[in-house]
């Protein structure tokens, strides 16, 4: 059994229907890409994926690990397993990083029915975590996001995904706004938490960042559709030619 | 004089305030106490054609006696701040029950009636002669009601180190008036902090009004704290005035939770060099509570500073106000004054009207007011909930960021925290969804 398996998933935003029937299922273990030019659906499938509001689902399926994954909550999903990397992590003054991580961290582990992290032994967690993705003291204090550089943010959402350990993370644009240094800092923070209990969906623009998280399956999405799957040097013939040839040729 | 434009209460209080016995020796008292009746019977409740209370009708809400279903809102327990550092006085109903047995040295706490007996000449200097005291109608009934209250004194060069924590219980019959005035008189280069917690358990339609008059002297510090946390049946109307004269400080903190019609009063007067004055305060409210803030800063002397810091948050019906002026004299160059009011809506049908105001005279001066109101940021809450924090906490979180402005440069700690914990309570309450939720 896949981990996520998306049946001809059609979905609507604000009245137009921007997916238009996808097919895609990853499993666990896997790396998959999605690549494909602007407005072409990326983003919001991946918001699909998360449960944001005014993303309708108006025909198709989305199970994850079995279960119907539209009938749970932004929340539930979270605590499911499902993560959101943000390509605009949003900032939250007065809300300090530390107090969001740990918010974060218990509230899954309730959910899970397992118990709370004290104070301390969080701390101990956090600080080993941050340490290897360059995540400094003085980040960890500030409010969320507030003032953090592009490559900061970036890091700061792996963090999160280290801290919160999902089964399904969703790498929406993660490269955009970063420079070299910060994309291998980033990339090597997610090339850890690569597992064979874990499964990534990579969304991307453009094939550099592939470089880096060399993804198992690429798939091209257009117009609302996966047009073409291939393996990782899909990516570099897309780099070569562009999307127009491939969606022409696909059309 | 005719009472008959008077509305229903009024007119019951007239009768009351001319039939109320002398209970006191003391010519100069019942003289002041004449005048306050004669001006409340000519002046009646304010209503809204008096430009500063436009926008809170209590001459119909006293009329009308409408108010929510009783909510018990906080009980007298939740809101008690257990502290070894603090010295608890308690006052029932006006009249003061308990105090430490041992206060530091430099401070007295007495009641009205004590220094009436023993100091009469103390009360003549400082009672109704506070020159930030405003001149209407309640007022001049809490005048004419003068019977109840603490005045609180600090030597010159007393430093008081213990927060002084005043717990104002209480639970006065249907319709009537629960009316206390004190004094806060701080001696030259003195400094105490004060927090005062109003705190109810009746269900019945009343009304707690109590005026402060401060005076801090050259030098001195006065931190001040009011947790206004009565039930939704009462109404709650307090006046602080202060005088803060050369190099003092004045900070007042307000947190207002509850109460039906809640008015917060703060008139200050810089009167000299160098005087700062810092307001700030949070409104918390669901139903169809409504709470007023007004506030008024007159800088009167040169090289004064004010800073004013507001943050409310309205949910289903429930109104906001927030009217601030900070006033500048031609000679008080250099002031330097800023006001902030940021409201944020839950629903629909809730209102804020914020109305901040500059009325300067002085050509060198730094002044600015700004004010917000808006709704929570969906954004943000999807990004709380996409890391599995659930709605009502990723709500509450944002509320609690949104507040913490407003408090976090209050001084106290012990004071801090205790706020921090009183609207950790309530925030959940409104996330959940106000009172609709029962």
């Known amino acids: 059994m896949s981990l996520l398996e998306i049946k001809d998933l059609h979905v609507e935003v604000s009245g137009k229907e921007i997916l238009k029937g996808i097919n895609l299922e990853i499993e666990a273990g896997k790396v998959h890409a999605i690549m494909g030019p602007n407005g072409s659906g990326k983003s919001t499938l991946s918001y699909t994926l998360s449960g944001r509001e005014g993303y309708n689902i108006t025909s198709g399926s989305i199970l994850f690990k079995g279960q119907d994954l539209t009938e749970l909550s932004i929340d539930e999903r979270a605590a499911a397993g499902v993560f959101l990397a943000f390509q605009y992590p949003i900032e939250i003054p007065g809300v300090t990083n530390m107090t969001f991580l740990r918010t974060a961290v218990n509230a899954q582990r309730k959910a899970r029915g397992e118990g709370e992290m004290d104070a301390a032994s969080f701390l101990r967690f956090v600080r080993e975590k941050a340490a290897e993705l360059k995540v400094s003291d003085d980040m960890l204090k500030r409010p969320l996001n507030v003032g953090f550089s592009g490559g900061e943010k970036k890091r700061n959402e792996i963090l999160q995904m280290a801290l919160l350990e999902p089964s399904l993370a969703v790498l929406d644009e993660t490269d955009s706004g970063l420079d070299i240094d910060a994309l291998k800092v980033v990339s090597e923070g997610v090339n850890a938490l690569r597992d064979p209990e874990r499964a990534m969906l990579v969304i991307t623009h453009y094939q550099r960042l592939l470089d880096h998280i060399v993804p198992d399956v690429v798939h091209v999405l257009a117009n609302g559709r996966i047009i073409k799957t291939g393996g990782k040097d899909l990516a570099l013939e897309l780099e070569k030619s562009g999307y127009e040839g491939l969606i022409e040729s696909a059309a | ?438």
């Open chain 2, 1 to 438: 004089m005719s009472n008959t434009q008077l509305s229903y209460s009024e007119s019951q209080l007239a009768s009351h305030l001319n039939t109320q016995p002398k209970v006191v020796d003391s010519e100069w008292l019942a003289e002041l106490k004449e005048k306050g009746r004669d001006n409340f019977l000519t002046r009646g409740f304010p209503d809204r054609r008096q430009e500063n209370w436009k926008y809170t009708d209590i001459r119909t809400k006293f009329r009308d006696n409408s108010f929510d279903a009783p909510y018990d809102n906080g009980s007298r327990e939740k809101s008690r701040i257990v502290d070894e550092d603090i010295l608890r006085v308690v006052v029932q109903d006006g009249k003061l029950t308990s105090i430490p047995s041992e206060l530091p040295k430099g401070i007295a706490i007495r009641t009205l009636e004590d220094v009436l007996q023993n100091d009469e000449f103390f009360l003549r200097r400082y009672l109704g002669e506070n020159r930030a005291l405003p001149k209407d109608g309640m007022i001049s009934l809490n005048s004419a009601l003068l019977q109840k209250g603490l005045v609180v004194t600090v030597e010159p060069g007393g430093i008081i180190d213990q927060t002084i924590y005043i717990e104002r219980f209480s639970n006065v019959p249907w319709n009537s008036i629960e009316s206390g005035r004190d004094i806060i008189q701080l001696g030259e280069r003195s400094s105490v902090k004060i927090v005062e917690v109003f705190v109810s358990s009746v269900s019945q339609f009343s009304l707690t009004h109590n005026v402060s008059e401060v005076y801090v002297e050259k030098g001195a510090t006065l931190e001040h704290a009011k947790f206004q946390l009565e039930g939704n049946t009462v109404n709650h109307i307090t006046t602080i005035a202060a005088e803060v004269s050369e190099g003092a400080t004045f900070k007042n903190f307000e947190i207002s939770n509850g109460g039906d019609t809640v008015r917060n009063e703060t008139y200050v007067n810089l009167l000299g060099e160098g005087a700062h004055a810092s307001l700030s305060g949070v409104f918390l409210k669901a139903g169809k509570e409504h709470c007023d803030t007004t506030t008024v800063v007159n800088h009167i002397a040169p090289d004064c500073t004010c800073n004013e810091e507001f943050r409310g948050i309205l949910a289903e019906r429930a109104r906001g106000v927030f009217q601030g002026k900070i006033g500048v004299a031609k000679n008080a160059q250099k002031s330097d004054g800023r006001m902030m009011t940021r409201a944020l809506l839950l629903s629909d049908r809730a209102e804020m009207d914020a109305k901040p105001e500059l009325e300067i005279y002085a050509d060198d001066v730094k002044c600015a007011h700004g004010a917000t109101i808006g709704s929570l940021d969906n954004e943000a809450l999807f990004y709380l909930r996409s890391r599995g924090i659930p709605e009502v906490q990723a709500k509450t979180l944002l509320m609690r960021a949104f507040v913490s402005e407003a408090i976090q440069d209050f001084g106290d700690e012990i004071i801090r925290e205790s706020a921090n914990q009183l609207i950790e309570q309530k925030l959940e309450f409104l996330s959940r969804g106000g009172y609709e939720q029962f």
